[in-house]
């Protein structure tokens, strides 16, 4: 396990590295944008996009994943299919090839002969990363790979990552949008269970050298298996008496606002973007729970950050779940598994979060905040 974690957290900052170089190569970033069509459209917004970033970061982390460990190799999948269409209306299987010269070769081919900007990409993707140590050698976690199946969301908040608005972050602040909000997601689960066991986070666009020194990213990650909980975050210490804070998504449903503002003290019901980034807000303290109460977001969305809450005593519950039955928030059954495709749905709609979610470090809290929206949704 300390193997497997060591190299997500590698190839998380590779895939951070090519979601940098994409935005500061501004022609680069011109031609990387497409719509998403057909089935595989998020119901919720009327444009959404598909970037080659995404595609490109997906299939780079699949590759080093199943050069190291081979047995994982049908296991591995993410948001983003590889098929991608070129300018000409040509369509092109993506894939990263063994040397960097095929792979800016195959990569001209999606980008219209654009070499420079083919060979930019082909250089991150292929670029050894520095090394980041977890620190996990002496934590013995009794798995095999042939056990376990990965998450990708190569970047969540793609609308955030193509709008690209730059904020200056401040500890314990949570800011709602901009560029920090984009995140790579790699989450393991088990295969048999469902269980989400390991988590890696990589905010690529963490914090703004004002000398010009470019943007630097941020890592987080998590374990939680067989009684082994460790987190590279710590849980963040409750203010006495505080009312509860709620991070939301801006576009949830009015009747669902309402309920918790009750429930909240004052200004602590929020609104931020991309469904990694709140799961990551209550991680990070910056809020206590996150609620959506439709099915909006999608196992890559929160396999990974599911890991790391767990590792800190917290979880993310199916909401629909709860709502029926407070047994199963006390019996613990109502938490999200991830082996699972949803009967007689289709492409991306199977791996729905059908029923919304809750995302909370204290159990406590959640059955507070399940309480009070009982009967309301
Ligand atoms: C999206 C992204 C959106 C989120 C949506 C996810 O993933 O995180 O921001 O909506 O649920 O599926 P919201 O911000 O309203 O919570 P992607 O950007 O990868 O499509
Ligand atoms: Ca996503």
Not at 358 to 373: E, I, K
Request: proline share 5%; with cysteine.
């Amino acid at each position: 396990m300390a193997d497997l974690l060591r190299l997500l957290l590698r190839v998380a900052e590779k895939a951070a590295n090519v979601a940098r170089v994409c935005r500061q190569e501004a022609p680069l970033f011109q031609l990387l944008v497409q719509e998403k069509t057909g089935d595989d459209k998020n119901k919720k917004f009327v444009q959404d996009f598909k970037t080659l970033a995404d595609v490109v970061i997906q299939e780079m982390i699949q590759h080093d994943v199943g050069a190291q460990f081979p047995e994982m190799c049908g296991f591995i999948h993410g948001e983003e299919s590889n098929k991608f269409e070129n300018g000409l209306g040509e369509s092109v299987i993506v894939t990263v090839c063994s040397t960097e010269e095929e792979t800016a070769k195959l990569l001209a081919s999606v980008l219209d002969d654009n070499h420079t900007a083919a060979s930019l990409l082909a250089q991150a993707i292929h670029q050894d990363p520095a090394t980041i140590d977890a620190h996990m050698d002496d934590v013995a976690v009794p798995l095999s790979p042939s056990e376990l199946g990965i998450w990708i969301d190569p970047i969540d908040a793609t609308s955030q990552y193509i709008e690209g608005r730059e904020e200056v972050l401040e500890e314990g602040h949570l800011f709602p949008s901009g560029l920090h909000c984009a995140l790579v997601l790699i989450g393991v689960y088990l295969l048999k269970t469902g269980e989400p066991v390991m988590g890696v986070i990589n905010q690529p666009f963490n914090y703004k050298d004002p000398a010009g020194g470019g943007w630097r990213g941020k890592h987080f990650w998590g374990v939680s298996c067989g009684g082994v909980n460790v987190c590279s975050e710590t849980c963040p210490k409750e203010g006495p008496g505080a009312g509860l804070s709620v991070v939301l998504s801006s576009s949830e449903k009015q009747v669902v606002k309402e309920a918790l503002t009750a429930l909240c003290g004052p200004g602590k019901l929020m609104y931020a973007s991309g469904a990694g980034f709140k799961i990551l807000c209550v991680i990070q303290g910056l809020a206590d729970v996150y609620v959506v109460s439709e099915g909006s977001t999608f196992k890559w969305d929160s396999c990974a950050p599911h890991a790391l809450l767990r590792a800190l005593g917290g979880g993310v519950v199916d909401l629909a779940n709860c709502l029926q039955s407070s047994s199963a928030v006390q019996d613990n059954q109502a938490e999200l598994t991830y082996h699972q495709p949803r009967p007689e749905s289709k492409r991306a709609d199977c791996w729905a979060n059908y029923g919304g979610l809750v995302a909370y470090r204290d159990p406590s809290q959640l059955r507070r905040v399940v309480g009070t929206l009982k009967g309301k949704v």
